[in-house]
């Protein structure tokens, strides 16, 4: 059974930083590709990051290039999310995904609130 479980969410001040945590288990997890979503309210879900299986240069969008960077150590079936000069607007719920053959995997969600 593929479980993935978020951590690291919270309250921030703008300009501040959170760095988010997924860890996965019930799979191998070094042959997949993992990535981030976030889900403001009202709002629908849009994606935020995703990296290789191999590590290779993750992809961003627009609006949290230059911020975020996504990592992942696939000794310990981890990805991280470092978020840097957090703004109001990344305030949402952001949930890990990993990319099987077909079928893609998600977490729970942990929410991320950034206000003054």
């Known amino acids: 059974q593929v479980q993935l479980v978020e951590s690291g969410g919270g309250l921030v001040q703008p300009g501040g930083s959170l760095r988010l945590s997924c860890a996965a288990s019930g799979l191998r997890f070094s042959m997949y590709g993992m990535g981030w979503y976030r889900q403001a309210p009202g709002k629908q879900r849009e994606f935020v990051a995703y990296?290789?299986?191999?590590?290779?240069?993750?992809s961003y969008t627009d609006s949290v290039k230059g911020r975020f960077t996504m990592s992942r150590d696939n000794a310990k079936n981890t990805v991280s999310l470092q978020m840097n000069s957090l703004k109001p607007e990344d305030t949402a719920v952001y949930y890990c995904?990993?990319?099987?053959?077909?079928?893609?995997?998600w977490g729970q969600g942990t929410q991320v609130t950034v206000s003054s």
């Open positions: 995904y990993l990319q099987a053959v077909g079928e893609r995997y």
């Open positions: 990296i290789t299986w191999s590590s290779g240069t993750p």
